[in-house]
């Protein structure tokens, strides 16, 4: 898959997570040990899954129309994938620290959010970073290289 595909994926695929999280039926209250949050609109469990509730949603929204904008050149879709394995790496270790693991009482980015973030981080930098093959580079039938 190349870059600018992968911007256009992602960029989907966030825009679909963050508008979700905003249809009620899809979430499950959050559970009676889970951190409380300063800002409970829309909070609960996506898919009885991932917490979520506004600022999180919006967030996914934001970042999937970056990626949907992204995917024009492949300047911005590489931009893009560095930008969201730093964003997504960052967010996957606050999910781990207890006080940022909602991100100050604002956000959830507790349990399975901490992996699914991680994933997404990885996937971004094999992207973000992936060697370009230079043009006129491709390797010629009957050439060994």
Known sequence: MKTRYFALVFGFIFL????????????????GGAPALAVESYYGYLFALFPVNVLHNLGHVLLGLWGLAAWRSFTAARTYARSMTVIYAVLAVCGLIPGLNTLFGLAPLFSNDIWLHAIAAIVAAYFGWAPVPAVGTAQQPGLRQ
């Open 16 to 31: 679909i997570a963050g508008i979700l999280g905003f249809i009620p039926r899809l979430l499950t209250p959050p559970a």
